[in-house]
């Protein structure tokens, strides 16, 4: 049986841990080679042999994605060895947690960089190729931060909801050529993420949290729609996460 993605080729930034690592696995499991981005060059390599045995191609590229010499550089690699992306999955990001009298003015500029500065310039390195062939898929792996003000979370919200309004708005633009946009909008979520910024490991809490797999398998939801359909939000929320 022929899998849904055979053949596409995906980028997922974050891709060393949690959600893009969940979402690189299971992008390969339907077929698509998969391009993994993060900072992290170990931990990278270590994923792209685990992509290789579901009988697909893998690349990791290592670098910070809030410069953009490394942007151009994932772009280069990406499409001088597979000539095209077909997925853009935005997945990287940070968060610290406190209130605003206890963050500081490099904490807001190290989220914001991560998290839309990141955004931006992975999407205008590989949004022209996708507007070019008529096809292509953006993702957005965003969070409920996005959609609501949430106490102890003004700079990581404000982060968010940039990169939301941005999807949005790009959902227009690339509309009418073909190209669909979804900003998944989960809720908590059992990763490392924010560990030691506002999370502690073992808490006992992150086991009634969303898994990773579960972000990833909303993930292949979007992108497999069929070609009239697309799915621009989709919120996930844990059954037992208070708000």
Known sequence: MAKRLENK????????????????????????HVVVAARTADDLDSLAREIETRGVKALPVAGDLSQAA???????????????VDILVNNAGVGKFGTLAELSVEEYDWMMN?????TF???????????????????????????????????????????YGFARALDHETRP?????????????????????????????LKE????EDVAQALIFAVTQPPKSRVFLIGMRPMREPL
């Open 9 to 32: 080729v995906a980028v997922v930034t974050g891709a060393s841990r949690g959600i893009g690592r969940a979402s690189a696995l299971a992008l390969a499991d339907e077929g698509a």
């Open 70 to 84: 490394d942007v151009n550089r994932l772009a280069e690699a990406a499409e001088g060895t597979f000539g095209r």
């Open 114 to 118: 991560a998290n839309m500065r990141a």
């Open 121 to 163: 310039l992975c999407t205008k390195a590989f949004l022209p190729g996708m507007l070019e062939r008529e096809e292509g898929w953006v993702v957005f792996v965003g969070s409920v931060a996005g959609l609501n003000g949430l106490p102890n979370e003004t700079v990581y919200c404000a982060s968010k909801h940039a990169q």
């Open 177 to 205: 050529h073909n190209v669909k946009v979804t900003y998944l909008a989960p809720g908590g979520v059992d990763t490392y993420f924010a560990f030691g910024t506002g999370r502690t490991e073992g808490d006992p809490k």
């Open 209 to 212: 949290y969303l898994d990773s």
